[in-house]
Every structure is written in structure tokens, then in C-alpha cells.
């Protein structure tokens, strides 16, 4: 199984960035997937997940700024960001589950990096 997560990059505060994860060597339809964060210093958490039928969960900071989507014939699971802060800038990861409740996840990616100026 792998998770290939890219899209990262520099971005100026407000801006927006979309980041993708193709995931190859597992039936990716039926896997939850997530999108988690981890800043610098600080524990890695959970920002979005979406479940096999297309149901959505956002933490509550990024609710209304971030939308998380899947496209099932790309294997592929997306983040968009929005209205992006110094405080978004962090290591993001997906993350595949094969419980439909979600975690622990059982699939991780290599991570891509986001840095957002101020």
C-alpha cells in the first residue's frame, strides 16, 4: 500500500492550496481517508476525513475554510484549503482506514509540507 501525498508549498496568509493523495495497492473505495496536520512541535491531528459514502468531518478550526473530496476511479483524496493562515503552515498527511468509524488509520503517506506567510 501506498499513500502519495503532494500539493504542498508557499503560500501567502489568505491564499488557498490543494492538496492530493493518490493511493495505490489497496481497494481504495473502501477505505475512509483522512487529511492530518503536524506543526512544528506539536502532536499530529486530524482535520478532515471523509467515509466511503462521502460523508465529511472537519475539525473545527478549519470547518468552512477546508473541503475534503475523493474521486474513487483516480484513487485519489483531496484537500482544498482556504483562506489559509500562519498558523495552517504544518506537515500534512492522508491516511486510509478500513474501519468505516474511521480510526485508528491503518495507512499512512510521506507527508507534504505547507508554509504560510504572513
Known amino acids: 500500500v501506498q499513500l502519495q501525498a503532494f500539493g504542498g508549498g508557499l503560500v501567502q496568509a489568505g491564499g488557498s492550496l490543494r492538496l492530493s493523495c493518490a493511493a495505490s495497492g489497496l481497494t481504495f473505495s473502501r477505505y475512509v481517508m483522512g487529511w492530518f496536520r503536524q506543526a512544528p512541535g506539536k502532536q499530529r491531528e486530524l482535520d478532515a476525513s471523509?467515509?466511503?459514502?462521502?460523508?465529511?468531518n472537519y475539525r473545527d478550526s478549519v470547518k468552512g475554510r477546508s473541503t475534503i473530496s475523493r474521486d474513487n476511479a483516480k484513487n485519489t483524496v483531496y484537500l482544498q484549503m482556504n483562506s489559509l493562515t500562519p498558523e495552517d503552515t504544518a506537515v500534512y498527511f492522508c491516511?486510509?482506514?478500513?474501519?468505516?468509524?474511521?480510526?485508528?488509520?491503518?495507512?499512512w503517506g510521506q507527508g507534504t509540507e505547507v508554509t504560510v506567510s504572513s
Open positions: 491516511a486510509a482506514s478500513w474501519r468505516s468509524s474511521g480510526p485508528p488509520y491503518d495507512y
Open positions: 471523509i467515509t466511503i459514502g462521502g460523508s465529511t
